[in-house]
């Protein structure tokens, strides 16, 4: 497993951007897909993004596809989300969750490693 740390969360207004990061211990980063998660009040965790060891591979649900991009900097140990034309339905606890497993991130259960989460607001 690996520690995970997000950080980059705030109040942004519809419209605007915020990018996300998770940091991660270990020495073998690369060797995790990580996906992004999301918790609004009320409802259900749901999937967001998803990318793999490498970077070459990324998936995204269909109501942030075009407006969020996943990436990471193996050497820093960072995955990041960029969030553009945020919605005031953006608005969650954002989690970032690490497997072996690109096809487990993708499916969005059973991972391993998860962060604490941060806060995103979009207001309208």
């Known amino acids: 497993q690996v520690q995970l740390v997000e950080s980059g969360g705030g109040l942004v207004q519809a419209g605007g951007s915020l990018r996300l990061s998770c940091a991660a211990s270990g020495r073998t980063f690369s060797s995790y897909a990580m996906g992004w998660f999301r918790q609004a009040p009320g409802k259900e965790r749901e999937f967001v993004a998803a990318i793999s060891g490498s970077g070459a591979m990324t998936y995204y649900a269909p109501s942030v596809k075009g407006r969020f991009t996943a990436s990471r900097d193996n050497a820093k140990n960072t995955v990041y989300l960029q969030m553009n034309s945020l919605k005031p339905e953006d608005t969650a606890v954002y989690y970032c969750?690490?497997?072996?497993?690109?096809?487990?991130?993708?499916?969005?259960?059973?991972?391993?490693?998860w962060g604490q989460g941060t806060q995103v607001t979009v207001s309208s």
């Open positions: 969750a690490a497997d072996p497993s690109y096809q487990v991130v993708v499916g969005g259960r059973g991972l391993g490693s």
